[in-house]
């Protein structure tokens, strides 16, 4: 019994640490980007006022370069107005209810220097935010979507997460492959699955597709880079991104108003389901 | 234990320092400091080593609540915090790790300290960035993203330590 005692207390350092370091390695090795969202998530009731305040501080820097672009899209958006509008007016078009909503919100906490990459726009379940909506940066690219929603605020899963997926399609090509981050370079994305078969080229533009979240025709990046498999049966594509992850301020958040539905049914079969990250 | 006050404003300085500041600076993936180690180095080097492990795995606990890193930043302070006694016999010598003193430059001597601060701080950072991998897939990526990060933590607690107001005893 003293030698017990004895042996504790030589080694009671050195089991707090196995006992500690034990903890959060296993913490650490059942968290899913879901868990990581809602850590995020209760801080941010703590935190979210003084990110508010740095990010409206920063916003100083990027609001003349975002207001170009949503003047921009505010032109084309009235350009097809304004197209529906003649249409309706020659032709009995019943309109139907559309199938995306889009609102704004603004960036308040980001990050691109990790792995797992999640940022936090300042609306929440207040505002009609609901997860699974997709974010889109002020140019219309794909830049995260929403993972956990409090009252005020949302943690969205960035475009930079390695957990995050897209299903992509070359513009003016019938192919189509999984679109994700391999954690490496903060402006680059990967796609895979373009048969070798195919017409690629660098520079060509990647457009979402099949995607339970993103509105199709989304614009993802361009490519990069082209390289084939070890097995040379498919294209390994570096796809250079549209959204400006370090520089998000302003974000338009997408619903999609059949997305529940679709989910339930059918979201195993599209490439952004998230297998790993089942929601809860 | 001494300058405990002092102590819980570096831990607030530090944690927060992270929290606001550099987890939203989005310099690169390559730059990633994690200055809260700031705060481990500088613990008093005869500290009570159980004491020591528990301050290191609050840090990490608080940068990860702050953070939403779920135990990544606990697994690293932790461990930094276990072996820092012996990082502080290896570098500074066991003569400095049995008193009570602030290890600071001025305190254990310029060329003693850069030892010390370089061999704790890539240590974390090693350990930080392979836990975060979880892959070997990257390796390279993985220990560039180390080196570039450590070296960014360095200069920054190396400046802190610089400027840090030394009172006159200690």
Redesign the interface.
Known sequence: MYRLVQFFKKY??VL??II??AG??G??AS?TSY???T??A??NKV?AG??GI?SSIGDYFTLGRENRMLMERLAETETLLSALSTARDTATIPVAEPAYYYSTATVI????????N?FVINKGTRDGVEENMAILSADGSVAGYVRKCSDKFA?CMSALNRDFRIGGQLKGSEYFGSVYW?????REMTMVDIPTYADVSVGDTLLSAYSSRFPPDTFIGTVSSVKESEDGTYYILRIRLGARM?ALGNVLLVKYTDYEELETLAGEYFADYDTRNPQK | MHRRGEYVLVFAATVLLQAFLFDNLNLSPYLYPLIYVGFLLLLPTGMNHALLILCGFVTGVTVDFLSGTAGLHTIASTATAFIRPATINLTIGKDTANENVMPLPINVGRGKWLKYAALAVSIHCIIFFCFEAATTAFLWYTLLRAAGSALATFLLVWFAAVIYPVRGSH
Do not use: C, K, M
């Not at chain 1, 391999?182 to 903060?186: E, Q, S, Y």
């Open positions: 009671s350092s707090l640490f500690l370091e959060a390695i913490y650490y968290s868990t990581r969202a850590l995020l209760s801080s935190t003084i990110h740095f906490s980001n990050s691109i220097a990790r792995q797992d999640f943690v391999d954690g490496t370079d903060a370090n």
